[in-house]
């Protein structure tokens, strides 16, 4: 299994990552593997459980004005 989806695994046996299932796969693969793979895990649970929607929006929008947020 590659390294991206194996981290969307354990999330969701945490419960804390809700992938949207109408997106294509395609989108999914691209825009979580870049996300997951350029910051630690820690810090994306922290920030899923706080906002989730306000972590994915820039991503989904492919508008990275506020890299903080990541």
Not at 40 to 66: C, G
Request: proline share 3%.
């Amino acid at each position: 299994m590659s390294q991206w989806f194996n981290l969307i695994t354990n999330a969701r046996a945490f419960g804390i990552l809700e992938i949207n299932k109408q997106c294509k796969q395609q989108w999914r693969r691209i825009a979580l593997a870049s996300c997951w793979q350029r910051h630690s895990v820690t810090m994306k649970v922290l920030m899923l459980q706080e906002n989730f929607s306000a972590v994915w929006r820039p991503i989904e929008a492919n508008t990275y004005s506020d890299p903080s947020i990541f």
